[in-house]
């Protein structure tokens, strides 16, 4: 699995598919989030925008080999495998940029609730924002392998759904990613903090269950 996640990354690194979602992914942070800003609002304002990203690079990495060479990696490793690496590489991209928004909030956001009277623990601040944002990477990642190659092979139909999929994700109230992030928005009013073990649970679940079912199809559909 290890040389199929190096080609993977050096495909996405090459082709500068990871680049429009990377600077969309910055100036949603740069612009949204000041100096001075509550922790926790920051933390919640910078994982949202994480759901759509990975959902994008997760197109572009299940895309970003052409037909041949995709069947050529196929043959040589199986299909399940191959598509599996693209996913994962997607995943550790979107996380990467995580990482980075997360260590941003950390640095330029006032550890205090949101009427900047209520002192917030930074250590349990940071581990709920990591969290929250690992959350919204992993459901990203559940609907771009569902929107996307081999379950969908339509771009017309393909992007549209990634983007609508991302949008229902972040907005209603059942999902994971809504419930860690409102976690954090919430508990920013009067400086509490909530891990969401339970949200990130389940957003690995349903994760799993989606790649799972993506990577099956490719090897009856390569």
């Known amino acids: 699995m290890i ?3 190096r080609y993977h990354v050096a495909l996405l690194i090459g082709s500068h598919r990871w680049l429009p979602p990377a600077l969309l992914y910055a100036a949603f942070v740069a612009i949204g989030i000041r100096a001075g800003d509550p922790v926790l609002d920051g933390y919640g304002y910078a994982a ?4 759509p990203v990975a ?21 040589a490793a199986g299909p399940g495998r191959a598509h599996l690496a693209a996913v994962l590489t997607a995943t550790l991209a979107a996380t990467v940029l995580g990482a980075l928004g997360t260590g941003f909030v950390a640095l330029v956001s006032d550890p205090h609730s949101a009427d900047h009277r209520t002192l917030v623990p930074m250590g349990p601040a940071a581990l709920a924002g990591t969290l929250t944002a690992l959350s919204c990477v992993l459901l990203g990642t559940a609907a771009g392998a569902l929107a996307n190659w081999p379950v969908l092979r339509s771009t017309g ?10 949008l229902l994700l972040l907005v209603t109230a059942a999902s994971p990613a809504n419930a ?43």
Request: with cysteine.
């Open 3 to 5: 040389p199929l996640l």
């Open 48 to 51: 949202a925008p994480l759901l």
């Open 55 to 75: 959902v994008w690079l997760v197109r572009a990495c299940v895309t970003g080999e052409p037909p041949a060479a995709r069947a050529c990696t196929a043959a």
């Open 157 to 166: 139909w393909a992007v549209p759904t990634g983007a609508l999929a991302a």
């Open 180 to 222: 860690a992030v409102s976690g954090l928005v919430t508990g920013s009013a009067d400086g509490t903090v909530t891990v969401p073990w339970l949200p990130l649970g389940a957003a690995a679940l349903i994760a799993a269950a989606a790649v799972a079912a993506a990577c099956a199809l490719s090897s009856r559909r390569t």
